[in-house]
């Protein structure tokens, strides 16, 4: 709850709030590209996409671990919502959203950040005084529910999936992320690489 509060806590000098800060770092010009790409906001009257992503990046910043903690915070902070660039969604719209629109339009758009991240990172040389490029490869499972998800079969009628990431190390920025069924081995990902 700490972090929510650290979110909507409003900075004096310009009034915006710290995620307002924060997302006023993201470039709207190309977010807008990757909608216009996709058609996104085809027939959208109320939410768009750019609204999603707001939404969807203030979940991740406050670590929710569902539509409905999403839904109760922005309820909870539905004062301040203005002033933090967000709107009021339920969880029902949220789950539709994230249902129809195109995730390459995410796909797209974090292509651009991870661009725009690796340019900040470029001179910066590593503590052990190497000059060249150091990647760390791993993977995360995913649990999901097989039931809903019959493609990914993991074991014991369980479902997952896994998330192989090649990370570069210098900034900690993903280059590289394959998504396969949960008994994939990272090894498999190493000879797609």
Same mark, same amino acid.
């Given at each position: 709850?700490?972090? *929510?509060?650290?979110? !909507? ?5 310009? %009034? ?29 009257? $109320? !939410? ?10 203030? =979940?991740?910043?406050?670590? &929710? ?6 839904? =109760?915070?922005?309820? =909870?902070?539905? &004062? ?6 967000? $709107?009021?969604?339920?969880? &029902? ?7 129809? $629109?195109? /995730? ?7 292509? *651009?950040?991870?661009?725009?991240? &690796? ?6 040389? !590593?503590?052990?005084?190497?000059? =060249?490029? *150091?990647?760390? !490869? ?12 019959? /493609? ?25 992320? /394959?998504?396969?069924? %949960? ?5 498999? %990902?190493?000879?797609?690489?």
């Amino acid at each position: 709850m700490v972090d *929510v509060i650290l979110l !909507f806590r409003i900075i004096m000098p310009t %009034g915006k709030t710290v995620f307002a800060q924060i997302m006023d770092l993201v470039p709207d010009y190309e977010l807008e590209k990757c909608i216009d790409k996709y058609k996104g906001d085809y027939k959208t009257k $109320k !939410f768009t996409c750019r609204d999603q992503f707001m939404v969807m990046s203030y =979940a991740q910043f406050t670590r &929710s671990s569902s539509l409905r903690v999403v839904e =109760a915070t922005l309820t =909870a902070f539905s &004062s301040k919502l203005y002033h933090s660039g967000l $709107k009021l969604m339920h969880k &029902s719209t949220l789950a539709e959203m994230n249902e129809n $629109k195109s /995730w390459l339009i995410y796909k797209d758009f974090a292509q *651009v950040l991870i661009k725009r991240a &690796s340019g900040l990172y470029k001179d910066d040389y !590593f503590r052990i005084g190497l000059k =060249a490029m *150091v990647y760390a !490869f791993d993977s995360s499972t995913i649990k999901l529910c097989l039931s809903l998800c019959p /493609w990914a079969k993991f074991h014991h009628n369980k479902g997952a999936f896994k998330m192989h990431t090649l990370m570069n190390l210098r900034g900690s920025i993903p280059t590289f992320i /394959w998504l396969t069924e %949960g008994k994939v081995n990272d090894m498999n %990902g190493l000879d797609v690489i």
